[in-house]
């Protein structure tokens, strides 16, 4: 049974800094290129990051590049996003899946329950 449970978001002033965690089980997480997405109100989910499945490329949204840094942990089958300098439009609820999931459906057709991000005074 394929889990993706995000976790480290929440209210934060905006230039601060924040780092989520993705907990997967159930896939083969080491043969997988991964991604971060997001979701703000009244918009669609959009990619955020994406990582090769051995690190050995990362590919960010263009307003995120020299803000975010996307990284795994294949041992611990675990993603990552560091967050900095963080502005009021990066406010979503971010979710981690497989790469492409946005045309390809998350893995198995699971997405998880996502962690709210809120960058406001």
């Known amino acids: 049974q394929v889990q993706l449970v995000e976790s480290g978001g929440g209210l934060v002033q905006p230039g601060g800094s924040l780092t989520l965690s993705c907990t997967t089980s159930?896939?083969?997480?080491?043969?997988?290129?991964m991604s971060w997405y997001r979701q703000a109100p009244g918009k669609g989910r959009e990619l955020v990051a994406e990582i090769t499945k051995y690190s050995s490329r990362t590919t960010y949204e263009e307003s995120v590049k020299g803000r975010f840094t996307i990284s795994r942990d294949n041992g611990a089958k675990t993603l990552a996003l560091q967050m900095n300098s963080l502005k009021p439009e990066d406010t979503a609820v971010y979710y981690c899946n497989r790469a492409f999931a946005l045309t390809l459906g998350g893995i198995a057709g699971v997405w998880g329950q996502g962690t709210q991000v809120t960058v406001s005074e």
């Open positions: 159930g896939f083969p997480f080491s043969e997988s290129a």
